[in-house]
């Protein structure tokens, strides 16, 4: 395993206890939500109305919760995770709430999966930000059938350019290359050390698209929500509403 992913797996596994309380409400909300300011599905739309008995994929799936929604809307889901720890919360909370979301404990950047199986790909802040882009898109588009759809979400390059690896907030300074965005390591971060991430500046992105044979359908821009919040994850509420903080794709593979 390259050293990212040995990293990484070792800090979610430290890190899984955290996030325990976090996924229990989101495997028991009514109402999906997303991302660090919980916007809710309403405003975004990643779910789509046609589910039932289709096959999805997550990658990245945590504690499980965004799998969940989609079974409860009809369809199979396999999840797919790094770290053991996050996924015996996941199977814990499956059976707790009587789920039948499949498990899997694999690099979503090279999963067991056969080619064309899924109808959907999804991820909220799993392989979407933890993942090498060069590696888990082109995983994705193996995954999916013609016709399929690759839905994630994670930080936007903005909110990467304003922040370095120290782990301080995101700032309105530039600190970093934007067209060099690619890998953020937060291993030696004085303020909440963290793992190692990654992100594109917009064009490398939509060239890899192009490239795996994905059309981008819809790119939201998501905003903070005009109620002042806390500071969430390194993000203050006052620069996410005027920056975008987070990114989505929305893509078929064609
Ligand atoms: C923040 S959680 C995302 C899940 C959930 N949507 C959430 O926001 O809590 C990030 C997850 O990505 C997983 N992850 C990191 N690198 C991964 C990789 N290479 N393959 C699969 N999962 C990975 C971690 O183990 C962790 O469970």
Redo the contacts with the bound molecule.
Sequence with gaps: MTDY?IE??RF??AY?PE?VE??EA?WRAERPYW?IWETPESELGLIPSDLAGRSVVE?????G??SRWFEQRGAFVTA????SQ?LATAKRFAAQFQSEVTFIQ????ATPLPDHCADLVV?????A???DPYR?IPEAARLLAPGGRLIFLGHSPWSMVCSDNDGEAVSNTMMRSYFELYRMDWTSAAVDPG?IEFNLPLSKWFQLFREQGLRVDDYLEIRAPMDRLPDRFSMAWEWARAYPSEQVFKLTKV
């Design positions: 992913l990484n797996r979610w596994d899984a996030w976090r996924g989101a991302g990658l990245g799936c945590g504690t919760y965004v797919v995770d790094l770290s996050q694999s690099n979503a950047e991820s909220e802040y799993g392989a930000i933890w993942c888990w793992g």
